[in-house]
T-cell receptor, first 117, second 110 residues
């Protein structure tokens, strides 16, 4: 079945530096790739997503890139701040999705990001 | 305010004692899901529901049941909990745009 691998599992950066989290997926039919941020004691929350018809999307300090040929996508956070510290999950739309892509997602294993002040 | 609520937030129980975790959403979404989150494994879908009275298995359904008698509620039922069901559980309500997660229920089965 569909598989999403996420690296690294933990990432520690100095405040102001950039952070990059990478994911690969197995199903070439996947066409929707969201990223979720999970703060301590809370449920995951969507921060950015990208669909397969574009290669890059940016929203202020965060950006996502997608390489469909290589089947990988990445989250980039620039000018990191302590409040960026959280667990980040990538996801890919599941195989044989019968409806809009956001309904069936396969999640990566998560990256714990620590931004040191 | 659009939200997904879960109860209880924390639960410690013993093997074999039936329990129910409730989930409710106020966004009128048709699609809802249950996930479990375990270290190193991310979020894995347990069950999902595409509408009232329509439910189906996700990736890890063994040991769980669900029901969807009304659109806003989607309870997760563990008929005979076992220690391997100790986990952090999330309910999600889904629009065409994104999945909205509840705050989570941390379950410990002794």
């Amino acid at each position: 079945g569909e598989n999403v691998e996420q690296h690294p599992s933990t990432l520690s950066v100095q405040e102001g530096d950039s952070a990059v989290i990478k994911c690969t997926y197995s199903d070439s039919a996947s066409n929707y790739f969201p990223w979720y941020k999970q703060e301590l004691g809370k449920g995951p929350q969507l921060i950015i997503d990208i669909r397969s018809n574009v290669g890059e999307k940016k929203d202020q300090r965060i950006a996502v890139t997608l390489n469909k040929t290589a089947k990988h996508f990445s989250l980039h956070i620039t000018e990191t701040q302590p409040e960026d510290s959280a667990v980040y999950f990538c996801a890919a739309s599941g195989a044989a999705t019968r409806m809009d892509s956001s309904y069936k997602l396969i999640f990566g294993s998560g990256t714990r990001l620590l931004v040191r002040p | 305010e659009a939200q997904v609520t879960q109860n209880p937030r924390y639960l410690i129980t013993v093997t074999g004692k039936k329990l129910t975790v409730t989930c409710s959403q106020n966004m009128n979404h048709e699609y809802m899901s249950w996930y479990r989150q375990d270290p190193g494994l991310g979020l894995r879908q347990i069950y999902y529901s595409m509408n009232v009275e329509v439910t189906d298995k996700g990736d890890v359904p063994e040991g769980y049941k669900v029901s969807r008698k009304e659109k806003r509620n989607f309870p997760l039922i563990l008929e005979s909990p076992s220690p391997n069901q100790t986990s952090l559980y999330f309910c999600a309500s889904t629009s065409r745009r994104e999945q909205f997660f509840g705050p989570g229920t941390r379950l410990t089965v002794l």
